[in-house]
């Protein structure tokens, strides 16, 4: 059994906000998750301690649940040139790091939750949470197929292990570089050990 390697009693005490830790091998996301009580803006312009910041933090919105058992969390991060934050997500728009770097790590108080990224992709810049009701079935379904009809466009994806409804996935999500009507998403499907 992999030795949770965060202290979350420390970090709780610098920022109560924080909940889980995300980390990324290959790329240099590795960073405390946090959730603003009321405000999902907060983050966008606010660091990891609460204080402002341009590059924010990583942080999902009140539309999720913090202990990652809802069927989607979203997790958002900026793309910034001095690459810090979400930036080397886009690393995932290579087909050989996307095939060498499937898995990746969420660290919650006592957990350790592998994901395996199955899909990386543009999308546009629309709210999925609250466009598309993941607790309905046909609409995780709707969702997952515009996944597979923007593999035709570039998209990196893996066919043979794609989520399907009922499992359990998250998506990261950070800006593309000039465009702001567009968004870069990496889809993982949680793997239970």
Known sequence: RVENPIDFASLRLENPDIYAWIYIP??????PVVQHPTDDTFYLKHNKDGEWSEEGAIYTQLANRTDFSDPVTVIYGHNLVQGTMFTTLHRF???DFFDSHEDMYLYTDGHILTYRAVAAYQYDNRHILYNYDFGNARMTRLFLNSIREVHAIGANMEPDDFPEEGDRMVILSTCLQGNRQMRFLVLAKWTPS
């Open 26 to 31: 290959g790329t240099d996301v590795n960073y």
């Open 93 to 95: 728009e290579n087909k």
